[in-house]
C-alpha cells in the first residue's frame, strides 16, 4: 500500500478516536518566549530552545540526583554548547500509557493491569496521563487526565483479542502528547510513552521506519516492555525485529527497554521507570549552529561525576529554512 493511501488510512483511524486530525510536525527545538530562568539566564523571544531531559546513573545503576548545571557538558556534532537553563526540579508529567491487549496477551492480561495500576498510583496531582490499548485497532480508552479513577478503569476495560498493531498505536500516542507541548520555558513538561507488547507489530497502519522518524522529531522519551511467551523466548525472526524495533525506538529517544523473563516483574520495571522519570534533569541550550537547514544534529551529553553515565535523546532535527 502506497505511504499516501495508508496515512489516509491511519486519518480515518484517527477519526474513529474522536480526535482531530494531527498537525504537521514541526522540525527543530522548541520556540520559547522571554521567561526568567534558573542561574539567571533569559532566552530572547524567537530563539529556539532545545531541552534535554538527561538521565544519570552510578556504576551500579542507582540514579544521581545531586548534580549541579556545571557538572553537565553538552556536545552538539562534536562541538560544546553553553548551558542556558538547567533544573534538577522534578517536571509535570505527561505520559501515554500503551497496552497491548491481542490475543496472545490473555494469560499475561491480568498481572498487566495490576503493574499498569501501580504506575498510575505513583502519579502525582500536577501529573497526567492517557490509556491506550492496541490489538487489530488502536484505541484511546482514556484521554488525559489526573484522574487515578478514571485512569485505573481504562486499564481495566482492556480485553484481549485480534492481532497487534504496535506501530500504529506509538504513532498515534506521539501525536497526542504533541498536543501537551508547552510554549514557554516556565511551564515544560516531561512527556514519555510507556508500551508494553508481548510480539512483533502484524497489523499496523505506517511502518516501522515513519515511526522511528516521528519519535526522533518528537521530545517524548520512549519505554519499552517487551514480553514472552515461554514457548517463543529467544527463537523466531519476527521477535527478533520486534525486539529491534523497541530498542531503536527508547535508545533514540532516551528512553528505556526492558526484556523481563517473566510478567512478575511488571510491577517493579513499572516501578523503575516512574523512579527514574522523577529522578531526570532538565538541560537546556540554544545551538551555537544557527543554520536553518532541516539537518539532523548528534547530541551528547556528558557529567564531570567519576563513573557517572548519562542517558538522554540522542539528537533532533534543526529548524527549517
Do not use: C
Not at 178 to 195: P, Q
Request: glycine share 8%; net charge positive; aromatic share 8%.
Amino acid at each position: 500500500m502506497a505511504l499516501s493511501r495508508r496515512l489516509a488510512a491511519l486519518a480515518l483511524a484517527w477519526s474513529v478516536l474522536g480526535a482531530s486530525a494531527p498537525p504537521p510536525v514541526r522540525a527543530g527545538g522548541r520556540q520559547s518566549p522571554t521567561p526568567p530562568v534558573q542561574g539567571g539566564t533569559t532566552f530572547r523571544s524567537g530563539v529556539d530552545l532545545v531541552a534535554l531531559n538527561v538521565t544519570v546513573t552510578d556504576p551500579s545503576n542507582r540514579y544521581i540526583t545531586d548534580l549541579v548545571a556545571d557538572d553537565f557538558l553538552v556536545f552538539e556534532n562534536g562541538v560544546k554548547q553553553d548551558i542556558g537553563y538547567f533544573s534538577r526540579t522534578s517536571l509535570s508529567l505527561s505520559v501515554s500509557l500503551l497496552l497491548d491487549s491481542s490475543a496472545s496477551m490473555e494469560d499475561k492480561m491480568r498481572t498487566t493491569q495490576e503493574a499498569a495500576s501501580g504506575f498510575v498510583q505513583n502519579l502525582r496531582p500536577q501529573d497526567q496521563a492517557q490509556v491506550i490499548d492496541f490489538d487489530s485497532r488502536v484505541n484511546v480508552l482514556a484521554p488525559f487526565t489526573s484522574s487515578k479513577a478514571d485512569l485505573e478503569k481504562a486499564i481495566a476495560s482492556t480485553v484481549p483479542g485480534g492481532s497487534t498493531s504496535l506501530y500504529t498505536a506509538v504513532y498515534i500516542a506521539l501525536r497526542e502528547l504533541k498536543k501537551t507541548e508547552k510554549r514557554g520555558v516556565e511551564d515544560l513538561r516531561r512527556r514519555a510513552v510507556i508500551v508494553l507488547s508481548d510480539g512483533e507489530d502484524t497489523s499496523s497502519l505506517v511502518s516501522y521506519e515513519e515511526v522511528l522518524e516521528l519519535a526522533k522529531r518528537s521530545e517524548t522519551a520512549i519505554y519499552a516492555i517487551g514480553i514472552r511467551s515461554k514457548d517463543t523466548t529467544g527463537a523466531g525472526k519476527g521477535y527478533g525485529q520486534a525486539d529491534f524495533a523497541l530498542r531503536q525506538l527508547t535508545t533514540q529517544t532516551g528512553g528505556r527497554v526492558f526484556f523481563p523473563s517473566t510478567v512478575d516483574e511488571l510491577k517493579a520495571i513499572y516501578a523503575l521507570i516512574s523512579q527514574e522519570l522523577s529522578s531526570q534533569y532538565l538541560v537546556g541550550y540554544t545551538s551555537s549552529n544557527q543554520k536553518r537547514d532541516g539537518a539532523w544534529r548528534r547530541i551528547n551529553v556528558r557529567t564531570s561525576r567519576p563513573g557517572a553515565t548519562s542517558r538522554t535523546r540522542m539528537g533532533y532535527y534543526a529548524p527549517g529554512a
